[in-house]
């Protein structure tokens, strides 16, 4: 039979109402086509629900492989915010270390000038008690 089958619920329902009729109509041959026909209808509908979770298998996937890069690049993100902290820090020692080495500079400076003015009014004041011996040195 060269006739166009409907496909899927309503094919389903068309195959019921032929298998009945032939059955009625005691027609093997128009029931047994009905009964192909629920069968076809049936077969459809679980090739759409399986088209269906697949669809829903793959939606999830896709998410899924978005969720996995976004929280790849939330990682990269913290970690370079990681790392410019520790430059951050790093820079902040070498200032520090820089100051304190300017700090320690002017105070060994300070104290140089300290005691070479020291010195001097040593020697001036030993000059005032035996001013002979700076002549004969």
């Given at each position: 039979?060269?006739?166009?089958?409907?496909?899927?619920?309503?094919?389903?329902?068309?195959?019921?109402v032929k298998?009945?009729?032939?059955?009625i109509?005691?027609?093997?041959?128009?029931?047994?086509?009905?009964?192909?026909?629920?069968?076809?209808?049936?077969?459809?509908?679980?090739?759409?629900?399986?088209?269906?979770?697949?669809?829903?298998?793959q939606?999830?996937?896709?998410?899924?492989?978005?969720?996995?890069?976004?929280?790849?690049?939330?990682?990269?993100?913290?970690?370079?915010?990681?790392?410019?902290?520790?430059?951050?820090?790093?820079?902040?020692?070498?200032r520090?270390?820089?100051?304190g080495?300017?700090?320690?500079?002017?105070r060994?400076?300070?104290?140089a000038?300290?005691?070479?003015?020291?010195?001097?009014?040593r020697?001036?004041?030993?000059?005032?008690?035996?001013?002979?011996?700076?002549?004969?040195?």
């Amino acid at each position: 039979m060269s006739q166009r089958t409907n496909r899927g619920p309503i094919g389903a329902l068309v195959g019921a109402v032929k298998e009945k009729a032939g059955e009625i109509l005691d027609r093997g041959d128009l029931a047994r086509e009905g009964r192909l026909q629920q069968e076809q209808g049936a077969a459809d509908a679980r090739a759409r629900e399986a088209e269906t979770r697949a669809q829903a298998a793959q939606e999830r996937a896709d998410i899924a492989e978005e969720r996995a890069a976004v929280h790849a690049e939330a990682g990269k993100l913290r970690a370079g915010a990681h790392e410019d902290r520790a430059d951050a820090a790093a820079e902040a020692d070498r200032r520090e270390q820089h100051a304190g080495a300017a700090a320690d500079q002017a105070r060994a400076e300070r104290a140089a000038t300290a005691e070479r003015r020291a010195a001097e009014t040593r020697e001036a004041a030993a000059d005032r008690l035996d001013p002979d011996q700076e002549e004969t040195a």
